[in-house]
């Protein structure tokens, strides 16, 4: 048996980090008729899709930062300035969003990680489900993630 030598090292790589990910996607590919089919098609992009309410003199009252991949919905932020919670904005911003995202690009589901802390009672009143908690993520907290079909 032959022994190769290896160099390890740590530091971050944006390049290499991109052919990582890159290699990493043709191998799901060959893996994974589904993910095949995707590729070449619009599902196949990260597309951004963000939705801003804005105070009148244009400062940030709420607003929800997310993408769309693979005919799904991916929620990563949704925040409400302390002043208007409550009064139905996150509900809005999500509600556009879930729209946005079914009737421009054909997602099917939505999904969100949150925090115990944070919102898992408000996803669940707007419709979903949680599929998953992650103890001690970070330690101490709980991190939850939720789904919904969208229809």
Not at 6 to 17: L, M, N
Not at 92 to 117: H, M, N, P
Not at 120 to 125: I, K
Request: some cysteine; overall charge negative; charged content about 30%.
């Amino acid at each position: 048996m032959v022994m190769r030598m290896f160099r390890i090292e740590t530091e971050v790589d944006k390049e290499r980090a991109l052919r990582l990910r890159s290699l990493l996607r043709e191998n799901n590919r060959a893996a994974s008729p589904e993910l095949r089919e995707l590729r070449g098609t619009p599902a196949d992009q990260h597309v951004p899709l963000q939705v801003w309410v804005l105070e009148e003199d244009g400062s940030l009252a709420a607003g929800l930062d997310a993408y769309t991949w693979a005919y799904w919905l991916h929620v990563d932020l949704l925040w409400v300035a302390e002043e208007h919670r409550g009064a139905g904005l996150g509900a809005r911003l999500l509600a556009d969003a879930e729209r946005i995202a079914r009737e421009e690009r054909g997602c099917v589901s939505s999904r969100v990680e949150t925090w115990d802390f944070q919102a898992p009672g408000f996803y669940r009143l707007q419709g979903y489900d949680v599929v998953s908690v992650i103890p001690d993520y970070p330690p101490g907290l709980k991190e939850f993630t939720l789904t919904k079909r969208l229809g």
